[in-house]
C-alpha cells in the first residue's frame, strides 16, 4: 500500500496509547505512513449507568465502524474485550496482537490484597465477570460501580470513595502505572474476560489489500487462545450484562481454558466452572474447543444463569 493509513481510535489516553502503539508497528514493519483519527464515543459519554443497562461495549466501537464505512478511517483498534463477539456486516476483526497480562489487578492505596480488606469493605467495579467472582472469593463485600476511562477510576480511588477497585492489569502497564498494581489475581480466582490483554484490529470486509499487509501482525498463540475464548461468549450469547469469564493459556503445544458463570441477578449464587485442554492448531479446532468448553458449562446448569429472552 502506498496511500497513507488512518487509524480510528477513542480519545482516552489508554485507547491513544494502543493506536500509537499499531501505528509503530505499521510504520516500522510494514512501512506504511500512519495518522491517527481521535473519537469519543458513547461508551465514552454515559458514564453514569453501567454498560449493561446502555446497550453493552459495542459503545465503544460503533463510532469507530462508522468512520471505517464512511472511509474517513481505514482502520480501528480495539481493547479486545470490548469488541463483540458478533460484528456488524461489512467488517472484520483482521488481526490480534501479542496478549499483555490478561489478569485481573487490586489497586488499593490502604490493603495489600482482598485478604487484608475489612469486613464490609467497598470495592469498585462495573464488571459483572468481576462482582460475580470478587464476591464467591469475599461474599461480605461491598461492591459498588466504577466508570470512567483508567484516570478516572484512579482518582475516584484516591478521592476515597472506594477501599480497593478492581483493573486490567494489561491497561495499567501499558500506561506505565505497574505501580499502581498491589497484587494481580491468579487466573484460578479471578478468570479474565474473552480477549483480555490483546489488541484487536478491524477493518471493512472490502478493504482487500489492507488485510493482507496486517495479517502479518497476527500473533499466532494469541490469536488462537482468544478464538477459543470469544467461541464461549458467542455460543451463550455473552455480552456484558452477562457475568461470563473465559481465558485460554498455552502449556506446550496444549490450549487449556477455563471458564466461569455467574448470575447477573443474583451474584451470591455459586459460580459454575470448568475447564477443559486439547492440542489446537488451526483457527476452526479454536471455535471447536470454544464452543466445548461452553457445552460444559450447560452441563453445570447454565441454562438457569443465562437471560431468558
Known amino acids: 500500500m502506498s496511500e497513507k493509513v488512518i487509524i480510528a481510535t477513542r480519545e ?4 491513544l ?8 508497528l505499521l510504520e516500522q514493519r510494514l512501512q506504511l505512513q500512519v495518522d491517527l483519527l481521535g473519537m469519543t464515543t458513547r461508551g465514552d459519554q454515559i458514564l453514569d449507568r453501567s454498560l449493561s443497562k446502555v446497550g453493552g461495549k459495542g459503545l465503544f466501537v460503533k463510532e469507530l465502524e462508522t468512520a471505517l464505512e464512511e ?12 469488541v463483540p463477539m458478533e460484528l456488524p456486516d461489512g467488517f472484520e476483526l483482521v488481526a490480534i496482537l501479542e496478549r499483555e497480562d490478561p489478569r485481573d489487578a487490586f489497586v488499593s492505596n490502604l490493603y495489600a490484597n482482598l485478604a487484608e480488606l475489612p469486613q464490609g469493605a467497598v470495592v469498585g467495579t462495573s464488571s459483572l465477570r468481576r462482582v460475580v467472582q470478587l464476591k464467591a472469593l469475599r461474599p461480605d463485600l ?7 476511562n483508567l484516570d478516572t477510576r484512579l482518582r475516584k480511588l484516591d478521592e476515597g470513595g472506594y477501599a480497593a477497585i478492581v483493573l486490567a492489569s494489561a491497561g495499567l502497564k501499558r500506561l506505565g502505572l505497574e505501580s499502581r498494581i498491589r497484587c494481580c489475581f491468579s487466573v484460578e480466582e479471578m478468570i ?3 480477549g483480555q490483554g490483546a489488541l484487536g484490529l478491524e477493518v471493512r470486509a472490502d478493504a482487500a489489500v489492507l488485510k493482507a499487509s496486517l495479517s502479518g501482525l497476527i500473533d499466532t498463540p494469541t490469536w ?7 467461541a464461549v461468549s458467542r455460543s451463550l450469547g455473552g ?24 448470575d447477573a441477578e443474583r451474584a451470591e449464587r455459586p459460580l459454575l466452572k470448568a475447564s477443559i ?4 492448531q488451526t483457527v476452526e479446532q479454536a471455535l471447536q474447543f470454544g464452543e466445548q468448553a461452553a457445552q460444559a458449562l450447560r452441563d453445570l446448569g447454565a441454562a438457569a444463569y443465562l437471560p431468558q429472552v
Open 17 to 24: 496509547w494502543q493506536a500509537e502503539h499499531v501505528k509503530a
Open 12 to 15: 482516552s489516553r489508554l485507547a
Open 192 to 194: 479474565p474476560c474473552a
Open 239 to 262: 455480552s456484558c450484562s452477562m457475568p461470563l469469564a473465559a481465558h485460554a493459556h498455552w502449556v506446550g503445544a496444549d490450549l487449556h481454558l477455563a471458564v466461569a458463570l455467574g
Open 142 to 148: 461491598q461492591i459498588e460501580p466504577l466508570r470512567g
Open 277 to 280: 485442554q486439547a492440542k489446537v
Open 71 to 82: 472511509g474517513r478511517a481505514h482502520l480501528a483498534v480495539h481493547s479486545l474485550k470490548d
Open 224 to 230: 488462537l487462545a482468544t478464538q477459543a475464548e470469544r
